[in-house]
């Protein structure tokens, strides 16, 4: 089940400051953050979406941009440090990470070493919007259940949990149908363990898009002046959902010689998608750009929301060069939502979003690695 805290009015999670060494382009940097909004602005190409990586990589021990933990360090350097420093509700974080050229990597909470990634998964999270979102409902499946999985993850540690194991055993039986393909034993063995995590993937899955389209179906009206209406179904072969173990089981046996001749998992969570209808029409295949970027742009405040209604805390929300993808309408209902939440946005220019900051908006200016603070 995913966890539910009672929010307590005046509850607002934020970044104190950040320090890098020797991470992407940063040699050194030290900057501390308003509780409001940041914006960083500089020619495309100086730095300031590696500010935001660093940010991002503290929630979840990853980056958006590359698998490659060694292409984040600095080529002057033989290992990266990351520094972040979150006054939280009831415990603040200090987050440390060191990243090894060998790919190996560090990360200690409070100065505690953390023995398993899963401890630092949901202790600070963020929601991250950039231009590559788009693929969430331009591309293929995996986009989407990417969204899915890292959503749940911050939510939940039994789904963090169940999906790890899930991975492994799948790949585990896609080696035996390969090598075993004759013994049925072996397989059956698989396809029990496959259902039992595969079940509990699939339910918090259909849960999670159920609370999302809820949310999504208010902000999407909002944004659009009631002119669209989204809806936001998860797509799984799994009809029978009262029992989905049993079900995913039976499927996993049904489909078994198929499996063998093709010799991969050709059911299961791995597979499924969700779809995005706009007013009744598939808005991967005949929506237009302006509303595929709303789309995203409604999930990512409706992932926002559930994230402030299950754990009490908004999470810190990074806007990587994206309003000058979006019209005007779109960018006032961004800019007049962040008022609660420690906001960080990269942009090019400001006097388009001038008028939506205050006295304690904090911007900085970017040039190749170097921040100057701009009053």
């Known amino acids: ?8 009015s005046g509850d607002c999670m934020h970044i104190k400051y950040l320090q890098l060494e020797n991470f992407r382009n940063y040699n050194k940097l030290f900057i501390e953050l308003n509780k409001g909004t940041n914006v960083f602005v500089g020619d495309n190409a100086q730095g300031k979406t590696n500010i935001l990586e660093a940010i991002y990589y503290c929630s979840l ?11 984040l360090i600095n080529w002057n350097g033989k290992e990266s440090y990351i520094k972040l420093y979150v006054c939280k509700t009831r415990l603040d974080k200090k987050i440390e990470i060191k990243i090894f050229k060998e790919g190996k990597k560090g990360v200690n909470i409070n100065s505690i070493k ?3 990634l899963s401890e630092l998964v949901g202790s600070f999270n963020v929601i991250m919007f950039s231009p590559e979102d788009l693929n969430i409902v331009k591309e293929s499946p995996s986009y989407r259940r990417k969204f899915l999985d890292i959503e749940l993850c911050k939510l939940s540690r039994r789904y963090y949990y169940s999906l790890s194991q899930y991975k492994k055993i799948l790949n585990e039986r896609n080696l035996a149908i390969k090598k075993w393909n ?10 029990k363990q496959l259902s039992e995590f595969g079940a509990i993937i699939i339910k918090d899955r259909i ?4 609370k999302l389209n809820k949310i999504s179906k208010t902000i999407h009206s909002n944004i659009t002046s009631k002119s669209e209406v989204i809806d936001i179904k998860y797509l799984t072969p799994i009809k029978e959902l009262d029992n989905i173990r049993e079900n995913f089981y039976l499927l996993l046996c049904k489909n078994r010689k198929r499996d063998i001749e093709t010799k991969t998992t050709s059911i299961g969570p791995h597979r499924d998608d969700f779809s995005i209808d706009i007013n009744g029409i598939n808005a991967r295949i005949f929506g237009s750009q302006g509303q595929q970027r709303t789309s995203v742009l409604t999930i990512k405040f409706g992932a926002l929301a559930i994230i402030k209604e299950l754990t009490g805390e908004y999470p810190v929300l990074l806007l990587d060069d994206v309003l000058s993808e979006l019209d005007t309408k779109r960018q006032e209902y961004i800019l007049k939502s962040i008022k609660e939440v420690q906001t960080l946005i990269t942009c090019t220019g400001i006097n388009d979003i001038r008028k939506y900051l205050n006295s304690e908006s904090k911007i900085f200016e970017v040039m190749s690695g170097e921040l100057k603070e701009i009053t």
């Open 114 to 116: 953390v023995q398993k």
């Open 61 to 71: 021990a990853k980056s958006h941009r590359t698998n490659r933990d060694k292409e």
């Open 207 to 210: 849960t999670y898009i159920e």
């Open 182 to 191: 004759t013994n049925s034993y072996i397989i059956d063995v698989y396809d």
């Open 1 to 8: 089940e995913f966890r539910r805290v009672l929010f307590r």
